[in-house]
């Protein structure tokens, strides 16, 4: 069963940051770690750092904008394979969904390319 609300801890959290591979762009950085055998949707953790971007309202924004396009191409899992995710936006302008549906999707097809080979 995929469960969409599982959260991960504090320690796992300072492990995959400390020991995740690493996917970037010009304005985001996709921290993750490919996990076999659990069947296990985790929510993503997007961070935007409040010295790129002061307003709490467009962190907010861009936080919103980043978990939908997640859930929308979500489509990469599979059953057999879990994916702990961290997606920090690291720009200091505001972006609107399609430029930055652009810059997340390529990483998506290259994180799907790496669980499809790392695990057939």
Known sequence: MLNSDSTLSQKRINQLYNNGDRLFTKSLIV????IK???????PIISVPKKKIKKAVHRNYIKRILREIFFINKDFY??????????????TYLIDFNKLSKELLPLFTVLKKKLNENYQ
């Open 31 to 34: 921290i993750y770690e490919i």
């Open 37 to 43: 055998n659990e069947n296990e949707i985790k929510k």
């Open 78 to 91: 599979s059953n057999q394979k879990s994916l702990n995710i961290i997606i920090i936006y690291n720009s």
